[in-house]
């Protein structure tokens, strides 16, 4: 399953050539962003060559077609996000890549372009990027709570013996504190903790190399991507609450691991430039998913999952607290996901509102393009709605159900009526079967989310 296919590229006019400013993320700009300018070239029958940029961190590539002349040049700009956010002010023609999302204050430079900056004119999910946290093969570990690693990297546990597991001394290897690598990692297990990394640790190059230093050391841990485990084993993360998450391509889709990030395309304004209108499509399109997953991100298309392999997650609701459970209510939803796959689209809230964020206003387009494929023709497909634990019980029951009925409404609208299948129907299990532990306010928001089942 995977997105639909990009429209037919407009055509670049030799007589005018473009001239297309990408900047942002050297995350992105070193090597996805090259590699999608290929792809982007090759849909127009064009050629593609690297010039010499005026800056270290300036790049430039000329399009040309089969005369030689020139189509566009694309710069790509690699600096810091806030200072491309920034520019934006002065070229709002620009797109600017970011492995976060723009502040609120720095929305509010934009003057008019602020209002739609969040819109699905404006704002794109271009991939993901996702962490684990690795050991050696002959390492016993198999999950870790999140407290226990912050502990480990800041050097309050030394020990494998500490952690319940016989060895030694633990010994990290990581890349320098200011790789992206370990800016992510910070932000998402140490700083929330009031810690940083501290102490004893062996600096590497790369993330292949933190993965190739762990797999050597029975003693070893280290973070690296999901693309780069090489011969290291990564371990399952376990919430305060006890909820295990193991490290995959659907649960980085589906938004429940923890140790993740999404890589965003914004754009102030509708692109007067076609080069850059068409660069913008071919990045977010079917065609450019193998260029996204070969430059080591998780890319967009839909995977599926049966309910043996969340039989952990099930288990785990099963056990709830009574205050967040129903028996009854239980029964009646794994009667309802029996037997059916659930797709990793998943559907989410900007923390504080009813609105969907980003990703989830374009899994309502995605969503109702899937369905209309020949694989879903006479299936059934079932939203299921989920809230955070706040509240009461039977309230969050109906709320669930009116926001899976909401998505429905959206999709079918979004399809024009040609989905393929059986029907779609909407359940709602308020807090029943949570995604995420509820002592944060990232685990709140992932727990207020729509699924997608589909029964064969």
């Known amino acids: 399953l995977a997105l639909a296919p990009a429209l037919p590229p407009e055509r670049l006019d030799p007589a005018a050539p473009g001239l297309v400013t990408v900047r942002g993320s050297a995350l992105v700009g070193s090597g996805l962003m090259p590699s999608l300018i290929r792809g982007y070239a090759a849909t127009l029958g064009a050629t593609m060559t690297q010039i010499v940029g005026t800056s270290p961190g300036e790049t430039k590539f000329r399009l040309g077609d089969a005369g030689g002349g020139e189509l566009a040049t694309i710069v790509i700009q690699k600096e810091a996000v806030g200072n491309a956010f920034a520019a934006l002010q002065q070229s709002p023609d620009a797109i600017v890549i970011s492995d976060r999302t723009i502040a609120d204050q720095e929305a509010v430079q934009l003057g008019e372009a602020a209002a739609r ?80 990394q501290t102490g004893q640790v062996h600096i590497v190059e790369t993330e292949g190399d933190v993965a190739d230093a762990v797999a050597r050391d029975p003693n070893g841990i280290g973070v690296t991507s999901l693309a780069f485990l090489r011969n290291a084993k990564p371990l399952n993360l376990e919430g305060s609450c006890g909820l295990i998450t193991k490290p995959s391509s659907f649960t980085v889709k589906s938004g429940e691991y923890p140790l993740r990030r999404r890589l965003y395309v914004y754009n102030a304004r509708t692109l007067d430039q076609p080069a850059a209108r068409g660069l913008l499509r071919y990045a977010l399109s079917k065609e450019s998913q193998a260029g996204i997953a070969a430059n080591q991100f998780v890319d967009r298309t839909v995977e599926t999952l049966n309910l043996e392999d969340q039989k952990g997650r099930m288990a785990y609701a099963a056990n709830a607290p009574a205050p967040v459970f129903d028996g009854d209510q239980m029964k009646n939803l794994l009667n309802d996901v029996k037997g059916a796959r659930r797709l990793s689209i998943s559907f989410r809230y900007v923390a504080g509102t009813p609105d969907l964020d980003a990703l989830s206003r374009e899994n309502i387009a995605r969503l109702s393009a899937v369905l209309q494929g020949p694989e879903f023709a006479g299936k059934k497909v079932m939203l299921i709605g989920f809230t955070d634990v706040a509240g009461r019980f039977q309230a969050n029951l109906s709320l669930s159900q009116k926001r899976a009925q909401q998505i429905r409404t959206a999709v079918l609208a979004g399809s024009g009526g040609h989905v393929n299948v059986a029907g779609i129907e909407v359940r709602g299990y308020g807090p029943l079967a949570p995604v995420a532990c509820s002592d944060t306010d990232e685990g709140v928001r992932l727990n207020r989310r729509v699924e997608v089942w589909v029964h064969d």
């Open 117 to 196: 900056i969040h819109t699905p004119d404006s704002e794109h999910v271009l991939a993901e990027d996702a962490l684990a946290v690795v050991v050696s093969p002959e390492n016993a570990a198999v999950s870790m709570a999140e407290d226990a690693i912050a502990n480990v990297f800041s050097g309050k546990t030394k020990d494998w013996f500490d952690l319940g597991v016989s060895g030694g001394t633990i010994n990290i290897y990581t890349m320098a504190p200011s790789s992206e690598i370990q800016s992510v990692f910070a932000n998402v297990i140490l700083k929330p903790r009031g810690q940083e």
